[in-house]
């Protein structure tokens, strides 16, 4: 287990919580003083209430909710959505409807989940060649279907 320091803006907003032993992402609740109506093919910065505090080593990944997805076509716009170590913000959630129909976003609705993930930093050495593999430059389905 990792210690994260989780602040509340306001004494109303409901923290994240894993729903499951087994989730591996917490539930973010949008934290709005009146409902929001999030239009077919718009998008919507949605606030949480929270600020949050990581080790160095890590950062939280936004993702979309199966369910919201599945059920209503909404879903994380820049997915997934990267809080970095530094950040001491509050947390917004940039939802998009993909759907065709109105979607209204109610306050404390579980709307994306935050997941704290590792990170590897890169240093990059500049080669002449890179060491050659099977597939080569081959991309974008040269593998087949």
């Keep these: 287990m990792v210690k994260v320091l989780i602040k509340k803006l306001d004494s109303k907003v409901q923290l ?17 003083e009146s409902p929001v109506n999030l239009k077919p093919q718009e998008s919507e910065l949605i606030p ?14 936004i993702r979309p909710r199966s369910g919201l997805a599945a059920k209503s076509n909404i879903s994380v716009l820049n997915t997934p959505g990267t809080i970095d170590s530094d950040y001491r913000g509050e947390i917004k959630i940039i939802l998009f409807n993909h759907g065709k129909e109105d979607f209204v976003i109610n306050n404390n609705d579980r709307i994306a989940q935050m997941i704290l993930m590792p990170i590897i930093k890169a240093e ?7 060491p050659k593999t099977l597939r080569g430059s081959g991309g974008f389905g040269s593998t087949g279907k």
Excluded at 23 to 29: A, H, I, K, P, R
Excluded at 124 to 130: S, T
């Design 16 to 32: 994240p919580k894993y729903k499951t032993d087994g989730s591996s992402g917490m539930d973010l609740m949008a934290f709005l």
């Design 48 to 61: 949480t209430g929270i600020s949050i505090a990581i080790p160095e080593d890590t950062e939280v990944q």
């Design 124 to 130: 990059f050495e500049e080669v002449e060649n890179l």
